[in-house]
């Protein structure tokens, strides 16, 4: 008994009360572009992208662009950067309703937030079932999904919650950058789904491909059917992301 409260005591509280309050010490989230010019001809930056999520144009505020639906939050961009423009902060507010809006740079230096849907919110704003289907994941963005429900986050004192088949489900979320393999199981639980529902796409391989968008492997097309209502990047997405993201979305108050 005295070793169990000791234990307790030294882990302190696990529950984390405010969701919407919270910044994970350490947590590379969103970009920082300064503002200082990009030394001459350098790309090492774009050299150094393992997804090709930084684009470079001509000498002023927009010179650096960033998209957050490719970028994988490896941040070795920052320290190979002669001038110092690149850095990264610990705001885990990355969601957006639209894939453009995931894109940031120097001017634009906020990602578009994210706009409450009046339907979702009248039909799920108390209650939502949602399906993950991991889509050729490597099963890293699936343990942070997994999380959701564990009691540090609890998503479901919100009324959002997993469930194991699509039939109670009232979306879909999807994880892994769409194999060929999983086409058709994908589609699957998708038309399993009843009416009215969403596609959630979380992680920078169900945004984008990710590390593995060049791959011949993969086949996207259920996202050109089906356009996400919620981009929830990352690689992995942090619980909070995605709790930020269907908050706003649904019009929850924390």
Excluded at 34 to 43: E, F, L, M, P, V
Excluded at 46 to 62: E, H, Q, R, W, Y
Excluded at 179 to 194: C, E, F, G, V
Aim: charged share 15%; hydrophobic share 40%.
């Amino acid at each position: 008994m005295l070793q169990t409260l000791a234990v307790r005591k030294a882990q302190g509280t696990q529950y984390i009360a405010d969701l919407r309050a919270a910044q994970p010490a350490g947590f590379r989230g969103k970009p920082l572009i300064a503002d200082t010019a990009c030394a001459s001809a350098c790309h090492a930056c774009t050299d150094v992208c393992p997804t090709d999520a930084i684009a470079l144009s001509p000498a002023g505020a927009d010179a650096v662009a960033i998209d957050l639906g490719r970028c994988v939050l490896c941040g070795d961009c920052a320290p190979v950067c002669p001038s110092q423009k690149l850095g990264f902060s610990n705001d885990v507010k990355l969601c957006a309703t639209r894939r453009e809006g995931l894109v940031v740079t120097a001017a634009r230096p906020d990602i578009d937030p994210v706009q409450v849907s009046a339907a979702l919110k009248k039909r799920f704003g108390r209650s939502l079932k949602l399906r993950s289907v991991s889509a050729g994941g490597c099963n890293g963005c699936e343990m942070e999904v997994n999380a959701w429900g564990n009691v540090n986050f609890d998503l479901g004192r919100y009324g959002i919650d997993m469930v194991a088949s699509p039939r109670h489900a009232d979306g879909l979320v999807l994880t892994g950058p769409v194999s060929r393999n999983m086409m058709t199981a994908l589609q699957m639980a998708w038309d399993a789904i009843p009416e009215p529902k969403l596609v959630i796409a979380v992680g920078a391989c169900a945004i984008s491909g990710g590390v593995f968008a060049p791959s011949d492997a993969l086949n996207r097309e259920f996202l050109h059917k089906y356009p996400p209502s919620l981009y929830v990047p990352g690689c992995p997405p942090h619980p909070l992301t995605f709790i930020s993201g269907i908050m706003d979305l649904l019009g929850v108050s924390g």
